[in-house]
């Protein structure tokens, strides 16, 4: 039987085929079965998501982007904006603000968490200080973690990106993890070739389908097939998601 265990010294406090109400790890943690398997944490969104189907994080927020901070200092461990935005309370949290443009462009900061806001001036809370400082030219994109709100892939249009495989029926707003490496068994559209690499089908959602002979495709990978699999059907594909 297949036991769960970290990179490390983890205590891997659920199992792989239990869904949660109550968080037991941190979104994203990575752990592995003793035969070479690697899966995320992460929580489904409001459906429950499909066993063999392929899975991305929650639809982004274009509105969240691009967003002006006030002149903010090296070891400032929050950064305030001047632009407009409407969230939850700690919609963001888990996730990431990153730097577009400007004084500290390229950095990326965790975020802790924050109130609700409906107007300017939002506070948002880091999870390790401000490295470069920035300016009101700075421009800040607000990315919720790819973990958080686990939907199915939306195939031809989709609005998030991959983040693996659900192993099970995880239930709606529950926590479980999600295969990202290794054999995982993957419906299949339009029918799989033992062998060759499979994408992100970009017809039917949730589905893998063989990359094009040739063709420069820019649908998201998802592994190898392991075996040739009928259209419609699932098969094994050794996933390399990561």
């Known amino acids: 039987m297949s036991r769960l265990t970290g990179t490390g010294p983890v205590v891997v406090g659920q ?10 790890h ?3 943690e ?3 079965t003793n035969d070479g398997r690697a899966y995320r944490y992460g929580l489904a969104g409001a459906t429950a998501l ?8 929650s639809a982004q927020d274009t509105g969240d982007q691009d967003l002006t901070p006030a ?3 090296i070891g400032a461990t929050s950064i305030v904006f ?6 939850t309370a700690n919609q963001y949290a888990n996730g990431f603000a990153a730097i577009t443009t400007s004084a500290g462009v390229g950095y990326v900061y965790p975020i802790s968490g924050h109130a609700a806001f409906t107007a300017a001036a939002p506070t948002i809370n880091l999870g390790q200080p401000i490295n470069i400082a920035l300016t009101t030219s700075s421009r800040v994109d607000l990315v919720k973690n790819p973990y958080d709100g686990i939907v199915i892939h939306a195939g031809a249009t989709p609005t998030a990106c991959l983040v693996g495989v659900a192993p099970i ?12 490496e290794g054999p995982a068994t993957v419906e299949s559209e339009g029918g799989s070739t033992v062998g060759v690499r499979q994408i992100a089908s970009d017809g039917d959602a949730g589905c893998v389908e063989d990359v094009a002979d040739g063709a420069n495709e820019i649908d998201m990978n998802v592994g190898d097939a392991m075996t040739t699999i009928a259209d419609g ?9 990561g």
């Open 15 to 24: 199992g792989l085929f239990v869904d949660s109400a109550d968080q037991l």
């Open 26 to 28: 941190a979104l994203g």
């Open 30 to 32: 990575k752990v592995y």
């Open 50 to 57: 499909v066993a063999g189907n392929t899975q991305q994080g």
């Open 71 to 73: 002149a903010t200092a």
């Open 82 to 87: 001047t632009s407009t935005v409407t969230v």
């Open 169 to 180: 029926a995880l239930t709606a707003a529950q926590y479980g993890w999600i295969a990202v």
């Open 233 to 241: 059907e699932f098969g094994l594909v050794r996933l390399s998601i």
